[in-house]
């Protein structure tokens, strides 16, 4: 094509418009997704970094009870309390909670999983981020996460009540 051609600028104009055009319209495309999976990011983030908090809270209580049993209520703001988890990480779209789950042993109960309870605020909210975390279960704008809370007392067995679930 010759430059002193007739239509040769405004072909070339037209041709840059489409492919801006074309390249806004897939950055778009990709913007959703993308922050979708940003925000699981975060919240996986946040549901180990809870489920980490428990965990210490919870040995912290048997270091001194001396006890298996809980001896006070988990809840994210215990763990706020206890300096364990941001003031801020139930401000936004989700709101996070966490209780401990008991297990019987002949007389005594102690806490076999942490549950990691995140409620959303809007359905559209969870649908986004819903394929992108794998939680135990689901429920309408709740999404739980378990995991097991790990406890050794085998090397401790000679100092340990099994009837009352203390060390002597």
């Excluded at 041709?15 to 993308?34: Q, R």
Aim: glycine share 4%; proline share 4%; charged share 15%.
């Amino acid at each position: 094509m010759h430059i002193n051609q007739r239509g040769a600028a405004s072909l070339g104009i037209a041709i840059a418009i489409s492919v801006s055009i074309g390249g806004m319209i897939l950055l778009l495309s990709l913007i959703s997704p993308l922050t979708s999976w940003r925000d699981a990011l975060n919240i996986n983030h946040s549901i180990n970094a809870i489920t980490q908090a428990a965990t210490l809270s919870y040995q912290h209580d048997v270091m001194q009870s001396r006890c298996l049993r809980q001896t006070g209520l988990m809840n994210v703001q215990r763990l706020i309390n206890e300096q364990q988890l941001p003031h801020d990480i139930n401000q936004g779209l989700w709101r996070f909670d966490v209780t401990l789950t008991d297990l019987t042993i002949n007389t005594w109960t102690r806490p076999s999983q942490i549950e990691v309870k995140l409620t959303f605020n809007h359905q559209a909210d969870m649908q986004a981020v819903i394929g992108h975390l794998p939680p135990s279960k689901a429920d309408n704008l709740t999404l739980i996460f378990s995991s097991p809370l790990r406890i050794d007392v085998t090397d401790n067995w000679a100092v340990f009540n099994k009837q009352t679930g203390c060390y002597q």
